[in-house]
């Protein structure tokens, strides 16, 4: 069974909400986690290293302002996309390490119109 | 700087026919590598996984894949693709120390399959 579960699944927004992403690790207690993008027709890209109790870590180029990441337990990160535009949307997958593979979340689709 | 080279952007092929997909990595040690499968709308599943020892690795779904470190590949292939193995293809390197943690992934291969 899954081990990260993200939710929600999908979601739609209008342009300058806010949305908040969950991601639980189901059977550990993780002190890092990982959040992706998937751009349209391309990879899945690192966005930020969520850490447990501290800040997050962010990839070069990701704006720490506009996607909050809070890792307040070490079951629980969330992103949180605020004043969405409709370049945001995008496919946002979380994920957490273990000793040898990652485990990932079911990804969250998410449309800002 | 790790990375991973997936050439082929789509491919498609006829049900029951073989199937291979290119990667190619660059890592400046022997890295982990993995093969993750993403369903229209789904997650990523993992296929299959190399760490060390034998160098072709059996995984879900009836899939393999072989590393050569000479040429730096870790190709996915499968004997006799099904309709369902329709989806697209991500591989993937990560480091080989202090446990798992982060990923890099290829492009992605988008395989099609006609009846």
């Known amino acids: 069974g899954a081990v990260v579960s993200q939710h929600p699944s999908w979601v739609i927004c209008k342009s300058g909400t806010s949305v908040k992403i969950e991601c639980r690790s189901l059977d550990f207690q993780a002190t890092t986690m990982f959040w992706y993008r998937q751009f349209p027709k391309k990879s899945l890209m690192l966005m930020a290293t969520?850490?447990?109790?501290?800040?997050?870590?962010?990839e070069q180029g990701v704006e720490k302002d506009k996607f909050l990441i809070n890792h307040a337990s070490l079951t629980l990160s969330t992103l949180t996309v605020t004043s969405a535009h409709p370049e945001d949307s995008s496919f946002y997958i979380c994920?957490?390490?273990?000793?040898?593979?990652?485990?990932f979340g079911q990804g969250t689709r998410l449309t800002v119109v | 700087a790790q990375s991973v080279t997936q050439p082929d952007i789509h491919i498609t092929v006829s049900e029951g026919a073989s199937l291979e997909l290119r990667c190619n990595y660059s890592?400046?040690?022997?890295?982990?590598l993995f093969w993750y499968v993403q369903s229209p709308g789904q997650g990523l599943q993992l296929l299959l996984k190399?760490?060390?020892?034998?160098?072709l690795v059996q995984g879900i779904k009836g899939f393999e894949a072989e590393f050569k470190r000479s040429q730096s590949s870790f190709n996915l292939r499968k004997p006799s693709v099904h309709w369902s193995d329709a989806a697209e293809y991500f591989c993937?390197?990560?480091?080989?120390?202090?446990?798992?943690?982060?990923?890099?992934f290829g492009t992605g291969t988008k395989l099609q399959v006609i009846p």
């Open positions: 993937a390197v990560g480091p080989n120390s202090g446990g798992y943690q982060k990923v890099t």
């Open positions: 994920s957490r390490g273990g000793d040898t593979e990652a485990f």
């Open positions: 969520s850490n447990e109790g501290s800040k997050a870590t962010y």
């Open positions: 890592y400046g040690a022997t890295p982990y």
């Open positions: 190399y760490f060390s020892g034998d160098t």
